[in-house]
């Protein structure tokens, strides 16, 4: 639905006009004089103007005039009588969409108004897809899939069986894991493996906005909502028309955000910040949190319809320390990110093992930072354990203090689990130079691969 200005000091035309307006179902507001008109358009946002060229006053260009300068997406058709005709090719030449001379009938104004109502869905449109732009332009990564997301390990393999299977649908998506671990990665591989992979991904950091900001930025505004409202603003919603919209650390929305994306989900509608306008847009919504939220509705901090509105399907992204056999390969593909044109950085077998043993607070976040910054200290092709910070390098520490009871097993386990995965690393996981390396027998590795659950990857035995 479009909201329409009619101006003419003919109150019959006037009325006539918005008769027909009316029952095309749209808004429409009119005016008999271009004072009243001006100021309307000082306070309103509208998307198609008709206005007379000759008023009391102010003239029709004076109106095409304000308009282009306070909304300059509104589409203006001009009235003129007949034998006027050079006016309104001097209003054409100023930024009206068209004209109409009087005398006319309903016919063919009926015609007029259609085009012309065209020519603002358009417009419309162009302001969508310029938004989307923006949005893409201002993302470093354009293009995802599962490559982006790293992982041999079973858990891994079990995130992508589960994108594999959503992705194809339109179900809401919530994507659950600590900080770092690579929840938007899952997200934008839902997209990407998606029927909506042509259309937009628009991101929104839910945490990163105060409330009244966030709402702009969601929903949009119009000209004049709040201070500093100085134009109307596309919000994230219809910049992702068409495609995937993914709100991250959702868990952070307030309860009257929570109100209007719980309205959007069930109705597909909203309205910008300041406006009257209900807005219906084509976006499937994937969101992400670090919080545990069924805590949050315990608290009254969200709400459940809410919940269950986002998490149709759920997806844990696991932490780096419950997924150590990707660490080697992680390590890989940051070394190639970081090392810089032209050269090739490698890892010693006593800086993958503490690697592998460290329990990444931080996550893959925090190990492409290490990486990262070995690549810039360390000065041959190798990174070493000086390279490392102090934090990794202290995490075996020839004398550790017990500061109680350990299950002695599992420690030994997981040792051995840390050796056998270095010395895999180290030979590029020929078996038979692994096996030499940690001094055991081809079978005696292959008992405990099978043991601690490492994978075979690519079965080389020499």
Known sequence: ?????????????????????????HEVKTYYDSAPALSALDQLQFDLIVTDLRLPGASGLDILSHAMDRNPDAVVMVITAYGSIEKAVEA?????FDFIAKPFTYAEMKVKLEKALAQVTVKREMVRIQASLDSLQADETRRYNFNEIIGRSATM?????????????????????????????????????????T???????????????????LFGHERG????????????????????????????????????????????EFERVGGNQTIEVDVRILSATNQDLKEGIARKDFREDLYYRLNVISILMPPLRERPDDI???????????????????????????????HWPGNIRELQNVIERACVLAQSDEIRVENLPHD?????????????????????????RTLILGALYETNYVKAR??????????????????YGIEDVGGKEA
Do not use: W
């Open 434 to 451: 692994a096996a030499g390396l940690l001094g055991i027998d081809r079978n005696r590795l292959r008992y405990k691969m099978e043991r």
């Open 92 to 96: 054409m030449r100023k930024g009206a």
């Open 225 to 268: 909502s709040f201070t500093g409202a100085v134009a109307r603003k596309i919000g994230r919603f219809e910049q992702a028309h068409g495609g995937t919209l993914f709100l991250d650390e959702i868990g952070d929305i307030s309860h009257n955000i929570q109100v209007k994306l719980l309205r959007f989900l069930q109705e597909k």
């Open 1 to 25: 639905m479009a909201r329409v200005m009619v101006v003419d000091d003919h109150q019959s035309t006037a009325d006539g006009l918005a008769e027909i307006i009316s029952r095309m179902d």
């Open 328 to 358: 080697p390969l992680l390590v890989e593909h940051f070394l190639h990110q970081f090392a810089g044109r032209g050269q090739k950085k490698r890892i010693s077998a006593e800086a993958m093992l503490l690697l592998t043993s460290y």
């Open 199 to 217: 259309g937009p991904f628009v991101r929104a950091h839910c945490a990163a906005y105060a409330e009244g900001v966030l709402e702009s930025e």
């Open 157 to 197: 393999q079990r995130v992508f069986d589960t994108i594999r299977k959503v992705a194809a649908s339109d179900a809401s998506v919530l994507v659950l894991g600590e900080s770092g671990t690579g929840k938007e990665l899952v997200a934008r591989a839902i997209h990407a493996n998606s029927p909506r992979k």
């Open 392 to 416: 990794l390098t202290g995490v075996t520490p020839s004398a550790p203090r017990l500061a109680g009871p350990v299950d002695f097993d599992a420690e030994i386990e997981k040792f051995e």
